[in-house]
T-cell receptor, first 113, second 114 residues
Framework: DAGVIQSPRHEVTEMGQEVTLRCKPI?????LFWYRQTMMRGLELLIY????????DSGMPEDRFSAKMPNASFSTLKIQPSEPRDSAVYFC???????????FGSGTQLSVL | KNQVEQSPQSLIILEGKNCTLQ??????????LRWYKQDTGRGPVSLTI?????NTKSNGRYTATLDADTKQSSLHITASQLSDSASYIC?????????????FGQGTTLQVKP
């Protein structure tokens, strides 16, 4: 298995633009997580899905953030409109049966100018 | 408040030397504790997992310990190599494994110099 695949690896955009981050989880995993990592706050859970259904989105910072999981092999995290304070590394992770062991993707480095 | 605190924040050692990273937590109820290694530009990768009843667990040159009474864990790296340079993150799971929250530490950045 290729592991969790995220795209793009790097994204540079201007304030106000829409940003879409993509994730393909490991086949067979039933949980998918979106995390944000910054130097100041470390890793923060944004939202997670179980069997494609959003379970906990309490970490989503604002209405500008939205996440979808239309099927078991694909998820998106969208920021619209983007702001400079959204600049961070966004990780997608997947697991089988909950929090036992998370497998992280390589992340998307987002820079909002 | 559920918290995970790691020390030191950063560490520089010479290749071949040993080192120990610390993790103190106040997560309750406790389910398990994991140590992750995060290489620069990559996602975290799990090194070890420890449950309440486990005191020590090894993974090659990495040995994790857990004292559930004092709520402390350590990660000992033996005979360090340049490839050990990374950030090490302590993660505690509270509640049941399927629904509990993961509490992340801020990480310890380790630099191994030749």
């Amino acid at each position: 298995d290729a592991g969790v695949i995220q795209s793009p690896r790097h994204e540079v955009t201007e304030m106000g633009q829409e940003v879409t981050l993509r994730c393909k989880p490991i086949s067979g995993h039933d949980y998918l997580f979106w995390y944000r990592q910054t130097m100041m706050r470390g890793l923060e859970l944004l939202i997670y899905f179980n069997n494609n259904v959003p379970i906990d989105d309490s970490g989503m910072p604002e209405d500008r953030f939205s996440a979808k999981m239309p099927n078991a092999s694909f998820s998106t995290l969208k920021i619209q409109p983007s702001e400079p304070r959204d600049s961070a590394v966004y990780f997608c992770a997947s697991s089988f049966q909950g929090y036992e062991k998370l497998f992280f993707g390589s992340g998307t480095q987002l820079s909002v100018l | 408040k559920n918290q995970v605190e790691q020390s030191p924040q950063s560490l520089i050692i010479l290749e071949g030397k040993n080192c120990t990273l610390q993790c103190n937590y106040t997560v309750s109820p406790f389910s398990n504790l994991r140590w992750y290694k995060q290489d620069t530009g990559r996602g975290p990768v799990s090194l070890t997992i420890m449950t309440f009843s486990e005191n020590t667990k090894s993974n090659g040159r990495y040995t994790a310990t857990l004292d559930a009474d004092t709520k402390q864990s350590s990660l000992h790296i033996t005979a360090s190599q340049l490839s050990d340079s990374a950030s090490y993150i302590c993660v505690v799971s509270g509640g049941s494994s399927n629904t509990g929250k993961l509490i992340f530490g801020q990480g310890t950045t380790l630099q191994v110099k030749p």
